[in-house]
């Protein structure tokens, strides 16, 4: 991400808790004013950008979604001094377009999650403070993400309003209707906070999406975690190319 300035900070998700081709220079186990975040801080070069690397769920993948320590996650990449993150999501698509294994960059977001530690701005305040969050996710990098994509010939799709949901259980059909009646054109549980927190402290953000299974009630059959693993299997490589080469600028 050449016209990017600072290291890039990468937020793996399921069906990502490595990195490979990151040349590591170091790890870092950190505790922030919000706790321990996920997982060490994996720094290194991927294609000469200084990236940092961070993996939501643990490593090994252990702490389910409404259980993750977002702000501890985004405060940790603050820290270190990441002004740009890449929050890569596995998701459930809605919209047609958005089958197994296809790699989106959504542009809005809808939450449905709840109870999750969601603002860094709480407790004893100076003052309140309401961010803008009209455009969620960084058109620059969104950018950046799309043509390095266009670049590499891994389709993908440009739009779509992801709806966060709590889990860890999948949707009913009916939530999935109601989410498609609402806009959402993609469904996961791990996109709020971390969106808006970064918002907070003023970080890029943007979102790198794999739908790694049609989302309830869209296909003829329940939804199963052999699909979900052949579709990460698919997919990510796509993903890991993105990545690479959005680096390299
Ligand atoms: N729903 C919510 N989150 C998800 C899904 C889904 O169908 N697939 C992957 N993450």
């Known amino acids: 991400m050449s ?10 998700g399921t069906g990502l808790t490595t990195l490979s081709g990151l040349k590591i220079a170091g790890t870092r186990a950190l505790e922030t004013l919000w706790g321990e ?21 643990g490593n090994p993948h252990r702490i389910p979604p409404h259980e993750v ?21 596995a998701v459930g698509g809605i919209h047609p377009e958005m089958g197994p294994a296809r790699v989106v960059v959504p542009d809005q977001i809808i939450d449905y999650t709840w109870g999750r530690a969601s603002t860094f701005f709480e407790g004893a305040l100076e003052r309140v403070t309401h961010i803008d969050f009209t455009w ?9 993400l799309m043509q390095a994509a266009t670049a590499h010939d891994v389709p993908f799709s440009g739009f779509g309003v992801y709806g966060a949901t709590q889990g860890p259980r999948l949707e009913t059909a009916a939530e999935i209707r109601r989410m498609e009646r609402d ?16 918002a907070e402290l003023g970080m890029r953000y943007v979102c790198l999406g794999l ?16 699909e979900i693993e ?20």
């Open 3 to 12: 016209d990017l300035s600072g290291a890039i900070g990468i937020i793996g």
């Open 37 to 57: 975040p996920s997982s060490e801080l994996v720094e290194g070069h991927l294609d000469g950008q200084s990236v940092v690397f961070l993996s939501r769920h």
């Open 69 to 89: 320590n977002y702000r501890a996650n985004i405060q940790a990449l603050y820290d270190v001094g990441v002004r740009t993150v890449v929050g890569v999501n």
């Open 136 to 144: 969620p996710y960084d058109q620059a990098a969104r950018d950046v």
């Open 183 to 198: 806009g959402c054109d993609l469904v996961g549980m791990t996109g709020m906070p971390e969106a808006a927190l970064a």
């Open 211 to 226: 739908v790694v299974n049609w989302a309830a009630g869209k296909s003829d059959h329940v939804i199963t975690m052999e």
């Open 230 to 249: 052949a579709a990460i299997d698919q997919g990510m490589s796509g993903v890991r190319r993105i990545l690479e080469v959005s680096m390299a600028g």
